[in-house]
């Protein structure tokens, strides 16, 4: 006779089918969810989502031709356990470092586009995300494509000290040349981008364009507390306060992000400008 199924694998079967929203607390069908781009109906929380699903979302026929895909950290500090978090974050995700970038297509508008899995060791900004940022900045500029980055961090890689902190310096560099050069560069900072990569390249775009309720910020807001001795306003470091503020130009839900980011380009960089 074939095993029976009993209570416990009807409910190891039917948990990962529902999820709670952290932004209602409603019990959401997890296929729902997904056909509404994991954005909670009742309340617009957006949950957040892979490298994979972004790209599904934005890109033409979800396709990234992505470049550079095995460069890989080394451990210029011989940092205690560092090489052992590398062998993990690669597992978990499948990817040999935080950030991805390539040539892509946006309504058949002919981008770069490169893309932070937080996934992978927070999303932290070592030595090779910072090198992939620069090298995708340099090939919109040579290729005169406008530059695409969706981020999601918690900021500069510990374990690679001063190695990632200067990719601050170098990411905004060449920025700064892509921008003498008058190629359009658009910065989707998402839930969360903190810290380094919000100080630097993320923060640098053309245009900077978030998610409803993304945190977004560079010293986490118990530290910022402490150190004035007092309260944060209601909402600081999300999306909204930053517009509010000026800090960013608009919020977009994840429905309308790519139709947003599309026409942008058309007005940013009309046919008569692409190759």
């Not at 910022?224 to 007092?230: A, K, P, V």
């Not at 503020?245 to 608009?250: A, E, P, R, V």
């Amino acid at each position: 006779m074939p095993p029976q199924s009993g209570p416990t694998t009807r409910t190891q079967t039917t948990a990962g089918q529902w999820l709670r929203c952290e932004g209602c607390g409603e019990i959401l069908y997890r296929k729902t969810l997904e056909t509404n781009f994991l954005v909670c109906p009742r309340c617009g929380h957006h949950f957040r989502i892979t490298p994979d699903r972004y790209i599904a979302v934005l890109l033409d026929d979800g396709r990234l031709e992505e470049l550079d895909a095995n460069l890989a950290a080394a451990d210029p500090l011989e940092f205690p356990k560092y090489r052992e978090k590398l062998k993990e974050a690669r597992e978990k995700t499948g990817r040999t470092d935080a950030f991805a970038y390539g040539r892509a297509a946006m309504a058949q508008i002919p981008i770069v586009f490169g893309i932070q899995d937080f996934g992978f060791i927070g999303g932290s900004m070592g030595s090779v995300v910072g090198e992939k940022v620069a090298r995708a900045v340099r090939l919109a500029r040579t290729e005169r494509r406008p530059l695409v980055i969706v981020s999601s961090s918690g900021g500069a890689r510990m374990y690679e000290g001063i190695f990632s902190l200067m990719q601050m310096a170098k990411t905004s560099a060449e920025l700064g040349l892509l921008r003498r050069a008058a190629v359009p560069f658009i910065s989707v900072p998402v839930d969360p981008c903190t810290a380094g990569v919000m100080a630097s390249y993320a923060s640098l775009g053309d245009i900077i364009i978030s998610e409803p309720g993304a945190l977004l910020g560079f010293a986490g807001a118990r530290v910022i507390e402490s150190t004035i001795g007092g309260k944060l306003p209601e909402g600081f470091q999300r999306a909204e306060f930053l517009l509010k503020h000026g800090l960013i130009d608009k919020v977009v839900t994840r429905r309308d992000l790519k139709d947003t980011i599309t026409a942008l380009l058309n007005v940013l960089w009309p046919e008569e400008k692409r190759g």
